[in-house]
């Protein structure tokens, strides 16, 4: 049975710093990795989906790598803003396509 | 494009009243539908899986006959939370997948409080 798990689970930050959430999966037989955000009250706003047979993807400030053998993903975003704040959920999908989502990483970046 | 919509997005009930929630993709033929709960400040949790024309698949723990899930279109699922209690007050959001890389594309959520 497929896990994830999000570390941290609560980070803050200083404007300006380059920082990294980490997700790991205890099943390495994925077929997606998708990271997304959700701000307090509300739905999920997808960032990046790695593929399969993809080792990253980037968008803008975010780079999102995916490490199947290990089972990790992490997502780096550089330069961070205080409009960052939120919460970031990674999710895995396996054979049956259907989502797995992590615990999540509350972030917090100071003005 | 890619758009999934719900409605409604918040809703009031009574206890032991019946709540119906429509998950829409408004742009392209959903295969395959998914429908999560979201406890405050907990992570998303699948509830089930549904495919146009079959029975939802329900994961373990769920209640198939209280929470009824209908796909009756391509583009069209709705849940119905049946003889709603408190405890079923909850964000629940669905999403919607294709064909293809499977990306899920997620409606913006339905908040259901039960009094």
């Known amino acids: 049975k497929q896990e994830v798990t999000q570390i941290p689970a609560a980070l803050s930050v200083p404007e300006g710093e380059n920082l990294v959430l980490n997700c790991s999966f205890t099943d390495s037989a994925i077929y997606n990795l998708q990271w997304f955000r959700q701000d307090p009250g509300k739905g999920l706003t997808s960032l990046l989906l790695?593929?399969?047979?993809?080792r990253e993807q980037t968008s803008g400030r975010l780079n999102a790598s995916l490490d199947k053998s290990s089972g990790r993903s992490t997502l780096y975003i550089a330069a961070s803003q205080p409009g960052d704040s939120a919460t970031y959920l990674c999710a895995a999908s396996s054979g049956t396509y259907k989502y797995i989502f992590g615990t999540g990483t509350r972030l917090k970046v100071l003005a | 494009g890619a758009v999934v919509s719900q409605h409604p997005s918040w809703v009031i009930c009574k206890s032991g009243t019946s709540v119906k929630i429509e998950c829409r993709s408004l742009?392209?033929?959903?295969?395959?539908m998914f429908w999560y709960r979201q406890f405050p400040k907990q992570s998303l949790m699948l509830m089930a899986t549904?495919?146009?024309?079959?029975?939802?698949?329900?994961e373990q723990g769920v209640e198939k006959d209280k929470f009824l899930i209908n796909h009756a279109s391509l583009t069209l699922s709705t849940l119905t939370v049946t003889s709603a209690h408190p405890e079923d007050s909850s964000f629940y959001i669905c999403?919607?997948?294709?064909?293809?890389?499977?990306?899920?594309?997620f409606g913006p959520g339905t908040r259901l409080t039960v009094t």
């Open positions: 999403s919607a997948t294709s064909e293809g890389p499977y990306e899920q594309y």
């Open positions: 790695i593929q399969s047979s993809q």
């Open positions: 742009d392209f033929q959903a295969t395959t």
């Open positions: 549904s495919n146009e024309g079959s029975k939802a698949t329900y």
